[in-house]
């Protein structure tokens, strides 16, 4: 049993700052990557931000250069630093850890933890 706890989000003004955590607890072993993504009222869910195995990370258009992952291997957390917020970034940001099975790879995700940036 795997489970994801994200933290972290709430209410900021737009050019602010907000630091997202999600602890990874269970059976980790392996984890192939880790991630969030965020789901924006009437928009898809979008791919924020992920981070390999060998800690290459990528990022969507829309956020590189102002998000930043990473990674505390040692307690299963990953962040995701989110500066110079912009109010189109509001969304429910979940976090994903991807693990591998006897067949492939499964991905577990968090509840979500909402952001709101107001103009």
């Known amino acids: 049993q795997v489970q994801l706890v994200e933290s972290g989000g709430g209410l900021v003004q737009a050019g602010g700052s907000l630091r997202l955590s999600c602890a990874v607890a269970?059976?980790?072993?392996?984890?192939?990557?880790m991630g969030w993504d965020r789901q924006a009222p009437g928009k898809q869910r979008e791919l924020v931000a992920t981070?390999?195995?060998?800690?290459?990370?990528d990022y969507s258009d829309s956020v590189k250069g102002r998000f930043t992952i990473s990674r505390d291997n040692a307690k299963n957390i990953v962040y995701l630093q989110m500066n110079s917020l912009k109010p189109e970034d509001t969304a429910v940001y979940y976090c994903?850890?991807?693990?591998?099975?006897?067949?492939?790879?499964?991905?577990?995700w968090g509840q979500g933890t909402q952001v709101t940036v107001s103009s």
């Open positions: 994903y850890v991807r693990l591998p099975t006897d067949w492939g790879t499964r991905d577990y």
């Open positions: 269970g059976s980790t072993a392996g984890i192939n990557s």
């Open positions: 981070q390999s195995r060998d800690n290459s990370a």
